[in-house]
């Protein structure tokens, strides 16, 4: 099997972290592999923000669950209430990812860049997580995301969607996961 196939193959999302820091030059390398990503019109639409603060990422993670408190689904509530749920699994580094608001297909391009970004981190032996539920910090213009718009420096005209929780797993082998039977037809 090829190596590029191999690393899809394994890639898993970590949700339980060690401690241990990621060098930035490793932090570099991945985020470099996220932007070469395709982008619609290459456009590029994309904002890359590392986060290795740990004081700073709890705070992230207790606001962020303050604002779902009041979310309409219950699941998601439910997680905003458990004080032992941190929205980046205590992950030692995250990549928040901000997209340009006025580009042609800026979710699309963000996501192809955050695919390559994992795929990256495993081929570095580190742990990843895509995480969705930082999207309800910045899903509104609040006073509270306003104010993190300006300590994380987010580009005017660019909006933070996801993040990436990033570390080394404490599992040495996290399971496959099962996978849908039935999703490809070929026609030859």
């Known amino acids: 099997m090829n190596e590029t196939l191999n690393t899809i193959l394994k890639r898993r999302s ?10 930035k030059s490793i932090l570099k390398e991945i985020i470099k592999a996220g932007t070469y990503a395709p982008s619609a019109m290459n456009q590029q639409p994309w904002h890359f923000t590392v986060i290795s603060n740990k004081k700073l990422l709890d705070k992230i993670s207790f606001d962020t669950k303050e604002i779902a408190k009041n979310h309409p689904l219950e699941y998601i509530r439910g997680y905003a209430t ?94 496959v996961p099962k996978h849908k039977e039935n999703t490809v037809n070929f026609i030859d």
């Open 14 to 23: 970590c949700r339980i972290f060690k401690e241990d820091k990621i060098d």
């Open 82 to 175: 458990n004080e032992k749920f941190h929205i980046f699994y205590n992950a030692p580094s995250i990549i928040l990812i901000s997209h340009m608001e006025n580009a042609y297909e800026p979710k699309v391009d963000c996501a192809a860049a955050t695919e390559n970004i994992l795929l990256a981190a495993t081929s570095f032996g580190i742990g990843s997580c895509w995480v969705e539920f930082i999207s309800y910090l910045f899903e509104k213009e609040t006073e509270i995301s306003k104010k993190y718009v300006e300590i994380l420096e987010i580009p005017s005209g660019y909006k933070p969607i996801h993040a990436i929780a990033l570390g080394y797993s404490k599992l040495d082998n996290i399971p």
